[in-house]
Structure formats: structure tokens, C-alpha cells
């Protein structure tokens, strides 16, 4: 049976380097995949591109490409990602001269371009999922308008014999199954295979997290070798089995709990795990160990996809302002909690305009509110934390301002303050009939 | 016996809507999470965090529970007030329920 080695990458935009350069020096691997798009980051992209037309893609794009792009043409390993974020072709041009400044001028590079459905959203003014409102509505608050585009204009760049293939916004699994349909020449309607694939995609779309990150817990849950974390490698037969591994003497491990603990990450009804090419179905998969670092995960299935696909919309929702303040020592919760008291009626007494406001303690009850830390030990030291959601940049200003002032008119021993006042981009879905995005292949250089 | 000592969990967010895993490290707890780690005690557990609803999902293959709570990270994570926007933290929150074994299981 034929079976591909796909080796991930990435798990996030900022995510380290080393680990990828190690997957395509030691990995074995075909095919490599750094998945880099946060929800919002192509609505702050494409502001970004709107500043400079050249802009917009993945700003580590560069360091990344320049690290692995020699390993990979050497191997014939291929590239898939989403580092084009709102702007694939400034990616690939971009791509394509690092390519000539290595001397790998013949390396072929394809932007997946067709995400960008801001003006079909617009035209059939769509209804925003998460709150009561539209398209329209939303008005010159609007941004961005991306669909999570499936694997098949991925899987046709590399069937076109792209070595690289750049996209914006796709579903994360997705780049993953790009690989396994180009491969084994999967049908677009073997539900069973997408979803088992989907399970393989998801599974390592998150790089370290499968492999030991975000799973450690001394005395409970140890993994040796965080600092120098291995990336996951998946290697996948044409009948959909998968073996998620990674590279000896890496660090981390993967075991049967980091392949349970990610098979369930950002899952709600595990079977009907919505994607663009299947609803995948995790209900019924198995995990098993059967070396060391070695996981079989069997069992996932799949059923016909839905008629629309899902799109972010990107938009501009409000300011938010915040300042902190530390307290140590004896009386150091007094302090602090009498602080936040000061700087609620201040904001009060000076009008500043919130429409939602927050009060935290960090060391106390920042991250879970009072209700469920109430009956948490009296810490050394506490950090007030005030923050809140404003219509203008100007009155976000006024709540930094008003926890910094604590330093001379506040409690004792106040220390370390520091402000901010940012505007909020944030991100909402609405659903597109899935014929109105209309996704394309573009080469460049080669 | 807190929850910590026969399961592990993850939390996971989309939107305004967070996730949690509970996996029992021994298949053989499985029953113990399945009686007593309730969409009820959580959503209890959780005062104050979670303003929507809570719903369980049941995965006997892997010994694990999922929990899908809606109204938890703070309208969104995009837009959350919170420190924690993603709600990345709760699964520890959750790992410290009280669970009522019999006093021969140990942790594994």
C-alpha cells in the first residue's frame, strides 16, 4: 500500500523554526505544512495590504522560506501553506524570488487565490451567525470577508506540479488533505476517506501540541525536552490509516493521550465536525500506541459536505483600554483590591464611556473570576488589572491613564504600571452558498 | 479524589464558545466520569465563567468526554476583556472537581 510522510510545521504564525528545518533534514518527509492563519489575522492583513499593495502575506513568510526551501527542493519535499493570508500572490512572488536568491530558480510556486469573497458577502448582504446583525449593517465597519476554502484547489495546484502552494484563508485540515487527495487520488465524494483524512489533518494542524506542547503537567503528565519540542510527522496509506510519529531524538513524545487530547481540541459535536470538502465524524476513532512515539489512529469517518462554506468576516468592533498595576508583601490583596475600588470610581467620577468594564486581580482571580477562585490562599504579590471596551481610541486611553495615576494617588508600594489603548478587530461568520467562491491557481516564476 | 487524578483535559475555543476534554487515563474511570462529571456540575463548577449552556459529548472509544460551553470567553475571543481570551486556562479549573471514588483507585 502506498503511504505518504506529511510533516507539520507550524501551529500558529509565530511558531518556532528549527522544528521545521528538522522535519525536512530528518523527517522523511513528502510533503511539508505550516499552517499560520489565525481567525483575525487575515482581516489585519488585509488592512495591512490596503497600506502597501505588496503586502499583506505571512510576516514571517521570508525567515521560514529562506530556512526550509533548500532542504525541501534538495529532498523534492513539497510545500503547502496558508502564510498567504490576504494577499497568496504578493506570498508567491515573494517566495519565488527567495527561491532565485537561493539559486532554486526552478522550483514551481502557485497561489490559491479566491477566498476573498468580500464582494459576494456584500452583494447577497449575508446575516452575521454570532449576533444580530448583517453585511450591510456592519457598514464601513467592515474589513474582510474570507471563506474557508477547501482541499481541492490545493490538491489541483500540486496535480499542476506545483512544489510549493500558497493559500489565504482555507480550513486548517484542509492543507493537510490537499496532500493525501493530490496522492492517492481520492474522490471529492468518498465522505469515508475525506473524514478519516479531516481526522489525520486535524491532528497535526496544531505542530507541537500533538507532540507534548500544551499537554504537560509535572507529576502527572511529564514530557521530556520542551525546549527542543519535535514536530509531528503523519503518515498516511491510501486507505486513510495513519501513523502520527515524529523525528528520533526529538523532544516531546507522542503518546495515545497527546493524540486524544488534540483529536478533541476546538471540537464540539465530535460527529459532525464541520469542514469544506466533509463532514467528518470522530465518534467512533480509536487510538492506539504501537511503538514508541508511534500512534495509530483508526476510525474516522465521514458524511456528504454541506452546500455553503463558512466565511470570516473581519471587522472593526471597538477600543479597548487597560492598565496594571502591582502590590507585594504583607497587606499586598488589600492594597490591590482598594485600588481597583479607587480606579472604578474614577472612571465614574471622570464620565469616561465604557460599554463593558472588567476588574481583575492577576494572582487572584484574573483568569477565572471571583466565583471559582474564592477559596484560593492569599498570594505574596497581586496585579491589578482594569480594562475596558470604549466606541473611540480617546476614551480607551482614559482607563490606563486612570489605573497609572495610582502610582501617586493611590495605596501604598504601587509599582510597575503600565497602560495600553488598542482598536479591536475582531471576527464574525456568516455562511456563502459554496458555488459563489470561486477559487483559482496562479504560478508564478518556474 | 480530586478529577485531576484520573483524567487529563484541553481546552479548546471557537468564538464565544470554549471546549474542554475529559479523558480518563485508565479506560476503567470511564464510568466514574460518565456518572459523576455532568453537564450540570460543570456548568455549577464554572459560576460565573460560563453564561450559555453547557452540552457533554460522550467518546467511550477514547475514555473521554467533551464539553461544549456556549457564552464563556468574554463575546468572543477576538473581542474578549479577558486575560485569558481563549479561555486556554479552564481546563485546569476543571481538573479540580471533587469526584467520589472508592478509596481503592490511585492515581496512575
Known sequence: MRTIRIGSGAGYSGDRIEPAVELAEKGGIDYLVFECLGERTVALAQQARMKNPESGYDPLLEERMRAVLPLCASKGIKIVTNMGAANPEAAARKTAEIAKSLGLSSLRIAAVVGDDVLDACKAGDLSIMEFDSSIKQLGNRLLSANAYLGAEPMADALKAGADVVITGRASDPALFLAPMIHAFGWRMDDWNLLGQGTVAGHLLECAGQITGGYFADPGYKDIAGLARLGFPIGEVGEDGSLVVTKVAGSGGAVTAQTCKEQLLYEVHDPARYLQPDVVADFSDVTVEEIGPDRVRVSGGRGTQRTDTLKVSVGYVDSYIGEGQISYAGPGALTRGRLALEIVRERLKLTGVATSELRFDLIGVDALHGPEVSAHASEPYEVRVRVTGRTDSLREAVRIGNEVETLYTNGPAAGGGAWKSARDVVAVASVLLPRALAKPQIRFVGG | ?108
Not at chain 2, 30 to 40: E, F, M
Not at chain 2, 58 to 82: C, D, H, Q, W, Y
Open chain 2, 1 to 108: 479524589m480530586k478529577l485531576r487524578e484520573i483524567a487529563h483535559s484541553r481546552t479548546g475555543d471557537k468564538g464565544n464558545t470554549s471546549n474542554i476534554s475529559v479523558i480518563a487515563y485508565d479506560a476503567r474511570h470511564y464510568p466514574l466520569l460518565v456518572a459523576q462529571v455532568t453537564s450540570d456540575r460543570v456548568k455549577a463548577h464554572f459560576a460565573g465563567v460560563v453564561e450559555g449552556d453547557v452540552t457533554r459529548y460522550e467518546l467511550p472509544k477514547i475514555a473521554a468526554l467533551n464539553f461544549v460551553m456556549t457564552g464563556t470567553l468574554g463575546g468572543g475571543v477576538t473581542r474578549s476583556l479577558a486575560l485569558d481570551a481563549h479561555g486556554k486556562s479552564l481546563s485546569s479549573a476543571l481538573l479540580d472537581l471533587e469526584i467520589d471514588d472508592d478509596p481503592g483507585h490511585n492515581r496512575p
